[in-house]
């Protein structure tokens, strides 16, 4: 991977004010390809999709056709109607709460890691609809446990719903196991890919997820928006979530007739820059081969984990390196997380994340009160990982 060349391409890291920018996990830099094409429905065809017949509103259609199609083979989903846009993970999450039918004595599992999005509408549902949201526990060593998942397995359990990669500490769990054995109880398996769609190949199909989410501003694309997946049968059962124009193929004052999948979820004027955006970015992605992604992620990671290991009164949380992917949280004896990341913004211009990166469950569960993390992506180098292994030994003798 040509790391480099791929720095070119970003328009935020020319110049010698550039940052080092260690928070993709958070969201991505966005390259030109994605802002030019983007830029392009401003400037050359600002029109509706799927309503105008002339010129722009056709071209519209397409190139929102297009776009289903590159995230349909970035998934390899099995029909590109299984393809929803959405604004993020958690309003697909949400859709499911909503949609699904769920009853009194239905069970909700997640691990003991899970993004707000993936923990409060469980909650909800809980609270609103008496339904049961429990917790798999953690191995000793961070690590997804197998037993534990076993063991609370039954034939009550609707959904099991967890994080494929923990925005947390990087660690990514055994989906197609997890899936194997959720469909034996006859439930239905979610998972929360905003971390594991950047940086690793997805297979909703090998992996037999029934729903899968992803966010792509953390996939170098635009904010605001989201990709839902879904077996289409299980989309033909959803109910609507919000229904209006597009929803429908014909109405009277007695009734209405609802679209088919994708078009039944897709309600109200669509953000037309931001699914050709998506577009874009996940075909940026597919050129660059999410494989290479991963190694250089991991490589990083390593190279990271090497040098903070040998700073005095610092804390790595997670897994060992092997299972943390391209996240590296950690926290310096004495020193606040946001102190840590403070000081490295203004001194060095190292941009990390500090606080509970909207984990609270967890790390209030472990009485802790938040890290650092740095995390890392296809533009950022070894040079870049070496100051600030630099810079935090730095912090550590003048403030520890």
């Known amino acids: 991977?040509?790391?480099?060349?791929?720095?070119?391409?970003?328009?935020?890291?020319?110049?010698?004010?550039?940052?080092?920018?260690?928070?993709?996990?958070?969201?991505?830099?966005?390259?030109?390809?994605?802002?030019?094409?983007?830029?392009?429905?401003?400037?050359k065809y600002p029109s509706c999709g799927g309503r105008s017949i002339h010129k722009f509103g056709t071209r519209v259609t397409l190139e929102v056709d297009e776009a289903r199609k590159s995230i349909h083979r970035f998934l390899n989903s099995e029909r590109r109607e299984e393809i929803i846009f959405v604004k993020?993970?958690?309003?697909?999450?949400?859709m499911v709460a909503s949609c699904l039918g769920f009853e009194r004595g239905d069970v909700v599992l997640t691990t003991d890691k899970e993004h707000n999005s993936n923990l409060v509408p469980w909650h909800e549902l809980s609270r609103k609809k008496g339904v049961t949201y429990s917790v798999v526990r953690s191995n000793e060593d961070n690590t997804f446990s197998m037993e534990n998942l076993k063991e609370m397995m039954s034939k009550k359990v609707r959904l099991v719903s967890m994080v494929h990669t923990s925005n947390l500490d990087g660690h990514t769990i055994p989906a197609k196991e997890i899936a194997e054995v959720v469909h034996d109880y006859g439930g239905l398996f979610m998972m929360d890919g905003a971390q594991s769609a950047p940086h690793l190949p997805v297979d909703v199909q090998d992996l037999d997820v029934d729903f899968f989410a992803c966010s792509i501003h953390k996939m170098c694309g635009p904010s605001g928006m989201g990709v839902f997946y879904g077996k289409y049968d299980l989309l033909e059962e959803l109910d609507t979530f919000i229904v209006g124009g597009d929803t429908v193929s014909d109405s009277t004052y007695e009734g209405c007739e609802i679209l088919k999948p994708p078009h039944k979820f897709e309600g109200g004027l669509q953000n037309f820059s931001g699914i050709i955006g998506a577009g874009a970015a996940v075909d940026y992605l597919s050129n660059i081969g999410l494989v290479e992604i991963e190694e250089h992620s991991r490589a990083l990671n390593r190279r990271g984990t090497k040098l903070l290991e040998n700073v005095a009164g610092l804390e790595i949380l997670g897994p060992d390196v092997e299972n943390r992917g391209a996240i590296l949280p950690f926290n310096m004896e004495g020193l606040d997380p946001h102190d840590v990341a403070m000081i490295l913004d203004e001194v060095a211009n190292i941009m990390i994340r500090s606080g509970m990166h909207c984990v609270h469950s967890w790390f209030n569960a472990h009485g802790v009160k938040g890290c650092s993390r740095a995390s890392f992506y296809i533009y950022n180098t070894e040079e870049e990982v070496d100051i600030l292994g630099e810079q935090i030994a730095k912090i550590s003798e003048q403030f520890s």
Not at 18 to 40: G, K, N, W, Y
């Open 1 to 43: 991977m040509d790391v480099s060349a791929i720095r070119k391409d970003f328009p935020v890291l020319q110049g010698d004010d550039a940052p080092i920018f260690f928070d993709s996990a958070c969201t991505t830099l966005r390259p030109a390809q994605v802002l030019e094409a983007m830029s392009d429905y401003y400037e």
């Open 88 to 94: 993020n993970t958690t309003e697909a999450v949400n």
